[in-house]
């Protein structure tokens, strides 16, 4: 929540003299597997994203909360929320590219039915305007500085993330029909004194839904 | 005698078709009937009457046709001296007089052209009517001197230095064409009102002058409209359609598989196979985002060239017109001169 608010307090000057600011709802649905394909699960929640573009400037930030159920429910696994902040600045470099930086933070609730995850992302952004109104985008980048609940670690080039997203101009632009896919993989290994021990964390995360423009 | 019979003869033909038009004005009863008496063919009792008529008190219309009468009584007489003096007598009378060369005897014609050459006098004193930019144009002002003489030629009427101002100083014989700027010595345009031209003739003790009076009227100058387009330049549209093509759903297409392809890639071994249903929803979305936009028109994009060709037409368009703007300017601190002559009140003396 601190993250949250130091991320309104930047962007809030921002926004107030931005171009253009849109902000909706969105239907989450996801895929988490940790450590093995046993502990696998997938869920459905919401999210809010909200995006603002001051010149060359633009930032993201999204919400989410998605209730993960056990696929096998006979492993004795239950489910969990995972509440998740993910923040992108973008700055406009050249033709379809962008150098994106921002955060993620990911809180399991029950604590330990999965890993808390926070990292710094370090990305580019490529984005594409298909048609009048319609406009897609790709993204990746690295996860630095991975922190997890659980401890353990990730190599510089072990945690990576990849985006797809598209937006639909409806109403004269007023309104956004919006589309987005995150894909999150940390290579973390654990070690309990036995030696390193691999413990990956894998999501897949798509969210649809709608957004008001001002 | 017999040669000179034939020139009556056709005398008897031009003679009184050219004396009709003047006869009528005739008030003079002997001068009438020395006109009968020649067109009789009476030229002896003709000379009489005409010299008779000479003595009595005559206008002086009749008196140029007393001596025109004469002289041709004499040339038909084969008196050519007699008829110069006669026709001198003429000209110094009515300096504009000519004889219609179709229409007169060669004798006569001849002896009113030596008539012409002993006697200075300025006739055909003509000045155009002419309009143009004060400073860039004339008056065309000619005349004729009979004479190898000195000839000057003045503006007279007005006031200061058009007072009398010379225009013209020449020593000339015959025609003699001129051309007056109709400006001061101080270069302004000459102001409006009537003038005359004064053209005086000298050589030796014998002058003569002549005048036409002009009237000189002041206009404003036209001033050229501004451009809005270029005569057979027009502009050109700014955006054109681009022509339909497979981009959008290609490079929709290409960025669902890049994400698939790296999702796949990126998958850690150790938890199976990704999921691929989040991928597939936003993919899919995008896929038919980009088959939409194949399908649809696409929408009008910049023709650089075209806005080039507009901007570099505006400007010229607004180079022009502030040329024009400045030769507007210039125009309305100009004048128009309106130059023509106007009917003359009497004849040189």
């Known amino acids: ?214 | 005698m017999h040669r000179s019979t034939s020139w009556f003869a056709a005398l008897l033909l031009v003679l009184p078709a050219s004396l009709v038009g003047q006869a009528q004005t005739i008030q003079n009863a002997t001068l009438r009937r020395a006109q009968q008496a020649f067109d009789n063919l009476d030229y002896r009792q003709a000379l009489t009457l005409a010299q008779a008529s000479l003595r009595e008190r005559l206008s002086g219309f009749e008196r140029g046709r007393a001596y025109e009468l004469l002289g041709f009584t004499y040339s038909g007489m084969d008196s050519i001296l007699k008829a110069v003096e006669a026709f001198k007598q003429v000209v110094l009378i009515e300096p504009e007089r000519d004889l219609d060369p179709n229409r007169t005897s060669p004798k006569a014609l001849s002896a009113f052209q030596v008539a012409l050459t002993q006697i200075l006098v300025v006739r055909q004193l003509r000045v155009d009517s002419s309009n143009f930019i004060g400073g860039q144009g004339a008056v065309p002002i000619r005349y004729t001197v009979t004479q190898p003489s000195r000839v000057v030629t003045r503006i007279t009427g007005g006031s200061g230095a058009l007072a009398s101002m010379r225009i013209d100083s020449t020593v000339a014989n015959g025609q003699v064409n001129i051309r007056w700027p109709a400006r001061l010595p101080s270069g302004d345009p000459v102001p409006d009102g009537n003038y005359s031209v004064v053209v005086e003739a000298t050589v030796g003790q014998n002058s003569f002058s002549t005048s036409q009076p002009i009237r000189v009227t002041h206009g404003a100058v036209d001033t050229l409209e501004h451009l809005t387009s270029l005569p057979g330049y027009t502009y050109l549209p700014e955006t054109e359609v681009p022509p339909k093509s497979w981009k959008p759903l290609g490079l929709a297409l290409v960025y669902t598989g890049v994400a698939v392809a790296g999702t796949s890639a990126l998958s850690h071994s150790d938890l199976g196979s990704p999921s691929t249903r989040e991928v597939a929803v936003v993919g899919g979305g995008i896929a038919v985002a980009g088959f939409v936009m194949t399908l649809k028109k696409p929408a009008p994009q910049p023709a650089r060239g075209n806005i080039l060709y507009n901007q570099l037409l505006r400007e010229q368009i607004a180079r022009r017109n502030t040329e024009i703007a400045q030769e507007n300017t210039r125009r309305r601190q100009q004048v128009a001169l309106t130059v023509v002559p106007l009917p003359r009140t009497g004849v040189g003396r």
């Open chain 1, 1 to 214: 929540m601190r993250a949250l608010a130091l991320v309104l307090l930047v962007l809030a000057p921002m926004s107030l003299a931005a171009q253009r600011v849109s902000i909706g709802p969105q239907i989450a649905f996801g895929d988490y597997r940790e450590v093995s394909s046993a502990l696998h699960y997938r869920g459905n929640g919401l999210a809010a994203k909200a995006t603002v573009e001051f010149k060359k400037l633009s930032a993201d930030i999204v919400l989410s909360k998605v209730k993960y159920k056990p696929v096998d429910k006979n492993n004795g696994t239950s489910e969990f929320d995972a509440s998740e902040i993910d923040v992108k600045m973008r700055y406009y470099i050249r033709g379809p590219f962008s150098a994106e930086v921002g955060f993620m933070n990911r809180k399991a609730d029950p604590e330990f039915e999965a890993q808390s995850v926070g990292a710094v992302t370090l990305g580019a952004y490529m984005g594409y305007l298909l048609g009048p109104g319609v406009h897609m985008s790709l993204n990746g980048g690295l996860l630095f500085g991975a922190k997890y609940s659980g401890g353990g670690t990730t190599s510089g080039l072990g945690a990576v993330e990849l985006g797809l997203g598209f937006t639909v101009d409806a109403l004269k632009g007023r309104v956004q029909v919006t589309g987005d896919y995150g894909f999150q993989t940390f290579s973390r290994q654990t070690d309990d004194g036995s030696g390193p021990l691999d413990a990956p964390i894998q999501q897949s995360l798509g969210r649809v839904g709608l957004a008001v423009r001002f």
